[in-house]
Structures are given as structure tokens and as C-alpha cells.
């Protein structure tokens, strides 16, 4: 079993920065990757960043590459989502996930409550 507790969402203003963080526990070779998502009102589910534990590699979307950086720490067992250069259309629910790469959140299965990103102009 896997467990995901997100921290770090806030109200920031626009054009400033926001880190989230995603601790983890439990049985880690349960998954393979993990990823952070969002859901603003009214919207999909969206990807945002993840990336692959024993390899490091890393995959972005187009419409956060150069604003978001998504790292680990391993000796820490937490995960961090750095977001910069924030615009109000980045005001969702954050979510943090671990399962299998890819896009898609069907290839997750494990995912924190989610952390609320408020972005104001």
C-alpha cells in the first residue's frame, strides 16, 4: 500500500512561485513513476509533470515546460513540484500520483487528497 499526503499549495500572485512537495510511504515498489496533476472548476483532469524514480528522467507538457520543474528526493521520500512565473489559469487542485509513466491518470493508482493552488492577477 501507498500513501501520498501533498503540502505546499497557497495563495500566491501572479508572476510569483509556489513549491509543492509529496511525501511518500509505504511499499514504493508498488509503483514505478509518479506525477503531479490539476483540476481547475469546470475542467479535466490535467497533466503537469512526472517522472521515473530509477531512471530520473522527467516529461513536461507543453504549457508548463520553462515555469515548472518537477524533482525528488529519495533519502527524504518526498517529491516537489516547483512552479514559477505563475498565471491566474494555473489556480487548481493539485494532485500528486504514483503508478506507471504516462500522461493519462489512468495510469496511476495511488493519489494524495490533493493541495489548492490560488493564483490572483
Known amino acids: 500500500q501507498v500513501q501520498l499526503v501533498e503540502s505546499g499549495g497557497g495563495l500566491v500572485q501572479a508572476g510569483g512561485s509556489l513549491r509543492l512537495s509529496c511525501a511518500v510511504s509505504?511499499?514504493?515498489?508498488?509503483?514505478?513513476?509518479m506525477g503531479w496533476f490539476r483540476q481547475a472548476p469546470g475542467k479535466e483532469r490535467e497533466f503537469v509533470a512526472g517522472?521515473?524514480?530509477?531512471?530520473?528522467?522527467?516529461y513536461y507538457p507543453d504549457f508548463v515546460k520553462g515555469r515548472f520543474t518537477i524533482s525528488r528526493d529519495n533519502a527524504k521520500n518526498t517529491m516537489y513540484l516547483q512552479m514559477n512565473s505563475l498565471k491566474p489559469e494555473d489556480t487548481a487542485v493539485y494532485y500528486c500520483?504514483?503508478?506507471?509513466?504516462?500522461?493519462?491518470?489512468?495510469?496511476?493508482?495511488?493519489w494524495g487528497q490533493g493541495t489548492q493552488v490560488t493564483v490572483s492577477s
Open positions: 517522472i521515473t524514480w530509477g531512471g530520473g528522467g522527467t
Open positions: 509505504g511499499r514504493t515498489s508498488a509503483y514505478s513513476a
Open positions: 500520483a504514483a503508478g506507471r509513466v504516462g500522461a493519462n491518470p489512468e495510469s496511476y493508482d495511488y
